[in-house]
């Protein structure tokens, strides 16, 4: 699955996930989609963890508890205890508990998630802008209500520090893109005039909460968003892998801009276990399996047949390689999509 990010394409051989020791996992989209499991994950996920991998599943959604996450998960097929489960919510009360005196109270504008996550590193979860809040923290939840919202922006109009757990505009769900802790934080981000700090991905502070947990050396963060999943680990240099099968569509990579270009790309977590195909740079573009992709006349030119995927692969490369640190136009990478299926 190996892409890379410019003209300088590794040989990357053998499997995949052999290259690593620890999978850093978005949920929503990559995993599971609502309460069904995405088609190959489980297979994939247990296959992975039985040859030594280890797994942590790293979430923005804060609303549920890592207890919660992982009986759904293990509902799934995908055996995991609440340890093997990261949250944004988690990383946004490591962020509070680092800036405000212990004990403080702090007011969520969320769910349980949040607030078990608070009472762990000693802070007091609060419901009113009465109680003087240190800090509000804001994530989602099924249950948000408009009282609730009132109070998290009275509470940061008198100075209480604004924590987002994620800015996800969207969440991945069964019936498509709903919207997300970061559309729902607008509300008291523009009610009060404070921006909030922001600690799930791509921001640093989720990742600092998964490497701290997991202690990992080698690892591959695995998502479906280039905004979040991908840009994350561009910011923390470690390699990424996007999965087809949640947010990000081929045109949305193709068109990306080098801090939103994935390390690998697979249709799904099946790719974890697929012998790596090199992208290759020769006289005629970019080839990858039975693909080759050249940037001819300002346009892609994409050609070839067998596994789609590869064909994507190809064509980013040359794409990347022809629009170097900016981003590619899509009027000229659409009409090469068709020899994909896209």
Known sequence: MTVGHTSDMPETTGVLVDAYDTLLLDLDGVVYLGKHAVPCAPEALVKARDQGV??????????????????????????AAPQDVVTSAQAAARLVAEHVPAGSAVLVVGG???????????LRPVTTALDAPAAVVQGIADNLSY???????????????????????????????????????????TAAGVEPVVAGKPEPPLHRESMIRTRAERPLIVGDRLDTDIEGATRAGV??????????????????????RPTHIAAD?????AAVVPV???????????????????????????????????????????????????????????????
């Open 239 to 260: 390699d990424s892998l996007l999965v087809l099968t949640g947010v990000a569509t081929p045109l949305d990579v193709l068109t990306a801009a080098p801090h939103h």
């Open 147 to 189: 009282g609730l919202l009132c109070e998290g922006a009275l509470a940061v109009r008198q100075g209480a520090w604004f924590v987002a757990a994620n800015g996800d505009t969207t969440m991945p769900t069964g019936r498509g893109e709903q919207p997300g802790n970061g559309s729902m934080s607008r509300v008291i981000a």
């Open 112 to 122: 349980m998630g949040l607030r078990m996550a608070l009472r762990e590193h000693g």
């Open 269 to 273: 977590l099946s790719g974890l276990h």
């Open 280 to 342: 290759r740079r020769g006289s005629g573009g970019w080839t990858c399996g039975g693909w080759t992709a050249v940037w001819q006349d300002g346009k892609l030119v994409l050609a070839g047949e067998g596994d789609p995927v590869e064909g994507l692969r190809a064509a980013c490369a040359a794409t990347w390689e022809a629009a170097g640190d900016g981003r590619a136009d899509e009027d000229a990478v659409k009409a090469a999509l068709a020899a994909l299926g896209r």
């Open 54 to 79: 280890r797994l942590a599943f790293v979430t923005n959604n804060a609303s549920r508890t890592p207890g919660a996450i992982a009986q759904h998960l293990s509902h799934l097929g995908i055996p």
